[in-house]
């Protein structure tokens, strides 16, 4: 009996485990096609004001409906994923390169630079990311790159500790011994050796920190501390569409706020099948 | 356990010292400028005279290890400078405040535990089944779902759809006293919101120790002795399974922060981290400076506090750390 249920219970996760994944890798392709093909495709102005259309409920013209001073929500919307999935992408890659680079360093050089590089990571850990990056683009506000630069800078750490903690797991293992015994030199060990066998990790980290990046964006941007008005992204269009929703107009906030969480559950599930190839020891429950 | 609360104390310090001097060296790297800050609009007109005598009055001509110094030394005698945009000392500014944040939080808090534990217990009892799934796809689509966006849905649906409850602040806008009554009132969405916004994580982990507990041998002999399945369930399974959740509540801290800081702005919450919105926006160094120390200062509380109750609750830990 209770081998049966074993068996029927690991059946189901299966077929659902496919079925999640397929739906999150149709709904990344379908996402990358809208911000890569739409806006050179469609040659529509986003910003085009229709003042008497404004504030339409969505309808089959106007899927999203539209905002207060009649621009396409869908338009916008499709723009405004653009900018936070850029702006998300570029900060996580940013991260995951101080983070490898800091992580492999503290762990090869090993002694007094781990110890001290660890600590000042400790440390920065213990303030709340969301504060930090609040704290950071309020001092070098306005534009495009001190919002990168504070959501880069707040994420890194993790990574740092992964790839550490990889390198020195590696370190151990007798290639690198082999390699070092044959007379290869410490930078060589490094980069030919070690930073190619950490990066599925540092990967998986870069991936899964894409949303989390965009997260970090949007709420700035809600604060009105993020992206300036005219490159209006996720956050921003919940930001604006606050006055409208005070009026009873839920369209505007909803739909942006949607178009943030699809993307996350997609890409946590894909990468969460990703853990489970490199590492399929670990269920991945806890993905985000 | 005093040695341990003693060491990491001690620990503490260093943090501190160093996530101070980073918020200086960060302000020192950036075009902010104090004086500036400091006149404001009279610093367009003002001869540069003027503005070199306010520049050494405030000690900004000063090197940023002697600037970082004298606000250190200042800080331990409790003098945190003045707020700009609050227009009192940062002092004032946080006393008046804190209760107010502490009050949503531990509202918040209790939503979540509450909420968390009983949707935990039901969907351990049949993982796999219908309300589990149900429940565990809800809960990862609201941990991707950012707090303020749910606060807004939330205002729209409660505040303005149905009408039940006020859409934000303390207090009606026509009165000009503050009673338990107005506001419990005005707590209760803001305070549902950041619990919900929470809910995920003290919800999967709660499903995740009943689940397996539930495979234990106590709960094995609990079920031959013929324990009623209530009893096993509540008695048994909940209570080794909850243990790690509540004791790693302490270190939900960051978490509640952020969420705290969308959620108050949302809600015109006048708490701390409201205010630490309103300090990046005109760019208060000061009252910003303060308050990123004092959430540093409570993530390591909160981190100190799951570690000692860890050791209580589970004596093979013990208290080395």
Known sequence: ?288 | MARMTGRRALFAVPVLLTVTFAVFAVAAASPFDPVKAYAGTAGLTASQDTLDQLRANLGADQPLVARWWNWLTAALGGDLGDSSVMRQPVADVIGERIGWSALLAATAFLVAILLGTALGVLAARRQGGLLDRCVSSAAYTLEAAPAFWLGLLAIWFFALKLGVLPAGGLTDTASDTVTAGQVASHLVLPALVLGVSQLPWFFLYVRQGVADALDEDPVRGARARGLSERTVLLGHALRSGMLPMLTLVGSRVPELITGALLVETVFSWPGIAAATVQAATSVDFPLLAALTVLATAAVLAGNLLSDLLYGLADPRVGFDG
């Not at chain 1, 090993?110 to 504060?131: C, E, K, N, Q, Y």
């Not at chain 1, 495009?144 to 550490?164: E, F, G, K, M, Y």
């Not at chain 1, 899964?208 to 993020?226: D, K, N, Q, T, Y």
Request: charge should be positive.
């Open chain 1, 1 to 288: 009996m209770a081998e049966l249920t074993w068996i029927s219970r690991g059946r189901t996760r299966r077929s659902t485990r496919t079925v999640r994944l397929t739906a999150s890798a149709v709904v990344v392709v379908a996402v990358a096609l809208a911000v890569l093909i739409v806006p050179p495709l469609v040659q529509l102005d986003e910003q085009a004001v229709d003042l008497a259309n404004k504030l339409q409920p969505p309808s089959p013209a106007h899927p999203f409906g539209t905002d207060d001073v009649g621009r396409d929500l869908l338009l916008r919307c499709v723009y405004g994923l653009r900018i936070s999935l850029l702006v998300g992408l570029v900060a996580a890659l940013v991260a995951t390169v101080i983070g490898t680079a800091v992580g492999a360093a503290a762990a090869a050089f090993g002694g007094w630079t781990d110890r001290v590089v660890m600590r000042i990571v400790d440390a920065f850990s213990s303030v709340p990311h969301l504060l930090l990056g609040i704290f950071i683009v309020a001092m070098f506000r306005p534009g495009v790159w001190p919002v990168i630069v504070s959501v880069a800078l707040t994420h890194w750490l993790s990574t740092a500790r992964i790839v550490r903690s990889e390198v020195l797991s590696l370190r151990a293992r007798p290639f690198v011994d082999a390699a070092i015994s044959g007379g290869a030199s410490r930078r060589r060990v490094i980069v030919r050796h070690l930073l190619p066998a950490v990066l599925p990790q540092a990967g998986l980290a870069a991936v899964l920190m894409v949303p989390h990046a965009m997260w970090h964006e949007s709420a700035l941007s809600f604060l009105g501390l993020g992206l300036p008005s005219h490159q209006a992204s996720l956050g921003n269009l919940v930001q604006t569409a606050r006055s409208s929703l005070l009026a009873g107009d839920w369209w505007p906030t909803l739909f942006p706020g949607l178009l943030l969480i699809v993307p996350t559950l997609a890409i946590a599930g894909l990468a969460g099948a990703w853990r489970e190839r490199i590492n399929p020891r670990r269920r991945s429950e806890l993905m985000l």
